[in-house]
Structures are given as C-alpha cells and as structure tokens.
C-alpha cells in the first residue's frame, strides 16, 4: 500500500499521510511527538520501547534550541527564499543540527514505514519537502549474552547469540577484525520485513554461492518468517522428505561460528533468532565440537574418536543386537550373555518400538515441566515406568539397558536433527531386520549408504560424504586427529 503513496512539498498533508499509514492515533505504542521550532514545526514519529530515550531527549533539546529548521550553520536562512532544493536543504540540517551516527533522509514512503515499525524515527519538517529524516537510535529488549544451554563447554568463551540480529554481527566482528568480513544486509517477508544478514569473509568464501543465496533472498515469496530461522530455511533450501539428513548446521556460539568463516563457510544471521545457520555443511561437520578446539591435541582427538564411535553404535547397536537374537547360531560364545533369558509378552521389535516411542514422550514432557521440576521428574518416570515395565511382562531388561544407552549417545552430538534422521533411519533398520532377518538388516544398511550418497550439500559442489567422497586423506584425518594450531 505504502509503495503506491509519495510525500508532496505541503508538511500538513506529509503528516496527513504518515497518519493514515500507522494510526498512531489508535495504537498506543506507535508514539507521535510534535515540536515547535522557532516559525517551523517537526513531526516524530517512533515505536515506544524501541528508542533510546536518553538519546530522543538530548535530540529534542537541540531542536528545540533552534530559531528554525532553515538556520544554517552561519545563522543565515538556507531556505528562506525558497531557491534551495528540499533534498539539500535536508541533507544541510542533518549535517548542522543532527548530533547522531546513524542518520539518512529518503522520499520514499516505503522506507520510511519500514525504518519506523523497525524501531527507528523518522522526523518531517516544514521545510523538508517530500523528504524525511530517519535516525536510527533504536534498541531492542536483548537478554545477555549468555552461553548456550544446548551447546556447552568446559572451557573456553562463555558468550552466546542473542535474539537480537546487531549483537549477533557484533560477537562476530569483535573476533575477525578483518576488511574481508562483509555483512550483506536483506530484509524478507511482505509482513514480518524480517532483517537476515548474510555474513562471509570475501576472500575465502565461495562468491558464486554468496550471489546464489542473495538471489534466493529477495526471490522468497512469503508473508513472514514465523519460525525464524528454519522458516527461511525452508524457503532456500528444498529438501527431499524422504532425505531425513539435514543439509544446515546451526551454532549458537560466536567462536563456533568465527571459525566456520575462516573456513570459508557462509553464515545466514536471522534476527528474532539465536541459531546461526551455517553453509554448506557436510555430515562430518556435524561431528565437530567446539569442546575439541579448547583442549590439547591428543585429548581432543581422543574426545572426536569417542563421539563418532558411540554415536554410529547409537545407529547399529539395537537393530544388531536384535539380528543376533533372531540367529542365535550366529553369536559367538564369549557373547551368548546378549541373548536374554526372558522374551517378555511383547515381541522383540514391538518393545524396542514401544521404547523409541516413550523415550521422545518423556523428552517432550520434561520440555513442558518446569525448570525446578524438569530433571528430577524425567528421572524418576523414567525408572518407574521402566521397572513397572518389567515386572508386568511389557519389557525385559536387555531393551531398556541398549534402548538407555541410544538415548545417551544421541547427547554426543548437539543437533537435533542429525539426531532424529538417525532415529528415524534406526527405526527403519530395525523394522526391516525383524521382517526379513539377515536381508533386511542388509536392505536397510543399503538404504541408509544411499541415502547418504544421494545427499548434496546446499551449494551442491561437494558431496554429503566428504572427505570420505571424494577421498581426501588430509581432511578426513583432521575429522578424527586433533592437529595443533600454527601460524
């Protein structure tokens, strides 16, 4: 609607117009102030509780102190006569009278309704024509910089991204100090006008991808980005449903996300949003843990070998272990103590299915629990259901102690959804083991290969496998060995 309407030379009909647009009349936030200055008169429009207000009163005291919004700096009048085109008289007051950073003038309405319902101010004046001057002396309601919960350290920084999009660049820039650091700005969504960053360093980065995702961004035809960062996700990038693997890694921490750049990665930075999306993204990178970087060389690499093995066990122990049982032929004596003594009323694979299940009840019931309440009730449902489990015959013990141990290793890792595409592709497996015995625990190792395969990474120049495919021995031992950092 607003790109449809233009400000004229007439101040009276220019506050007309804005009013008709925001309504500060009925809305109680939106905030119009109204000052007089000197034969002149200036218009503020502002969204309450998004200006710095120790800014907005030494502003308004300046203003005020004038003998009108065409004093020029020598105390002749610049637009008296009329001779002086409102574009430079705007740009002479801003330059004269405006004591502050971030300060532009523009004639497009458009703009204008964007800068206010983003939280800037935007000022008309008798003497400004069909411009007006936004002054960007907003803040947003921000908590701290805390460190992340779901993403932890033992040592190293203790800061993490905020909700807030100009802190998030701000973490960023205080750790690369670099001209090649660039912070392309985007807006998206029809209503939301969501602000997204896309961050790079321009040496390292690849740029045709850089132009690619700029493209994408202002080709994305939606309303709003409801969910932040995985609503735009959604509209880049289009995923195959069937293809649970995620093709975007996401990280709440400002070192983290540093060396990704370094590395040549892009970064999505969505405001309202404290995950940071990082591309392209490899299933190995999925892997890495900040924790590795914080601690010596060979104890870094032991924690690596630990996470990849106990989280590919999390993937093949159940559906092995319950192969195994079914061919107790093929058990070799040292391991006869797998097969139980007791089967339970329910199938094998009915109690293994039935325990994926509670397992993801019990996590979304501790979600909702509160936080005084949340560990302690998780903890104890968990063993009340799981012995009262057993003792009527529902489960055997053999279930819940692997069934246990998956639920753990999926800790190994922080992505959720890494996480749950092995739970589903386990589940898979295990369904297809207890039908077709041997074969189907073949089958569905097949599928899991293929779907791996015929992943791409969003940029679609490097394999869903690499280093693994194609080989590349140096960057596939750094997956594994820790090397020590040099100049």
């Known amino acids: 609607m607003s790109k449809q309407i233009k400000l004229c030379g007439d101040y009276r009909e220019n506050v007309k117009t804005i009013d008709e647009i925001l309504h500060p009349e009925r809305n109680f936030d939106i905030l119009k102030k109204q000052l007089t200055v000197g034969k002149d008169e200036l218009t503020l429009y502002f969204i309450d509780g998004f200006v710095k207000d120790a800014v907005m009163q030494k502003l308004m005291l ?13 105390g002749s ?36 309704i964007q800068m206010v319902l983003s939280g800037a101010t935007l000022m008309l004046g008798t003497t400004f024509g069909e411009y007006g001057v936004i002054i960007d002396a907003r803040t947003y309601p921000a908590r701290e910089t805390g460190e992340p919960e779901g993403d932890k350290v033992m040592r190293g920084a203790r800061d993490g991204f905020v909700e807030t999009l100009i802190f998030n660049t ?64 959604e509209c880049l990038i289009k995923q195959r449903w069937y293809n649970p693997f995620p093709k975007i890694r996401y990280t709440e921490r400002p070192d983290s996300a540093a060396a990704q750049l370094l590395e040549g990665s892009i970064l999505i930075i969505c405001d309202n949003t404290p995950q940071i999306m990082v591309l392209p993204t490899t299933i190995f990178d999925f892997m890495q843990e900040t924790n590795d970087f914080y601690f010596p060389p060979l104890t870094g690499t032991y924690i690596r070998i630990v996470r990849h093995v106990v989280f590919f066990m999390a993937l093949y122990m159940v559906p092995l272990w319950l192969l195994l049982v079914s061919n107790p032929e093929l058990i070799p004596s040292w391991l006869g103590f797998i097969v139980p003594r007791e089967q339970g009323r329910l199938p094998l694979v009915a109690q293994i299915l039935l325990v994926e299940f509670i397992i993801d009840g019990l996590r979304m ?123």
């Open 62 to 74: 300046s203003l005020v102190a004038l003998k009108g919004l065409g004093e020029s700096t020598d």
């Open 77 to 112: 009048a610049s637009r008296a006569d009329k001779r002086i085109p409102p574009s430079l008289a705007v740009s002479g007051f801003i330059k004269a009278h405006v004591p502050y950073v971030e300060t532009d003038s523009t004639s497009d309405v458009d703009l204008m």
């Open 170 to 233: 701000a973490l960023i820039r205080r750790r690369i100090r670099n001209p090649h650091l660039t912070m392309s700005y985007h807006t998206v969504g029809k209503s939301s006008r969501t602000d997204v960053v896309v961050c790079y360093m321009a040496d390292r980065a690849d740029l045709e991808y850089v132009d690619k995702i700029t493209k994408k961004l202002k080709e994305v035809n939606t309303d709003s980005l409801t969910m932040g960062h995985e609503s735009l996700a």
């Open 365 to 487: 019931a501790s979600l909702n629990t509160p936080n005084m309440l949340s560990n302690s009730l998780s903890v104890v449902g968990g063993l009340i259901l799981g012995d009262f489990a057993v003792d009527i015959g529902w489960l055997i013990p053999e279930v819940i102690l692997y069934m246990a141990f998956v639920a753990i290793a999926n800790f190994t890792q922080r992505s959720y959804e890494l996480g749950y595409a092995f739970k589903f592709l386990r589940i898979l497996l295990t369904v297809l083991t207890a039908l077709f015995n041997v074969w189907g625990f073949g089958i569905g190792s097949a599928i899991i290969l293929v779907l791996l395969v015929t992943n791409k990474t969003v940029n679609h120049k490097r394999s869903y496998l690499y280093p693994l495919i194609p080989f590349d021995f140096k960057a596939f031992k750094s997956l594994f060995v820790r090397v020590r950092k040099r100049d």
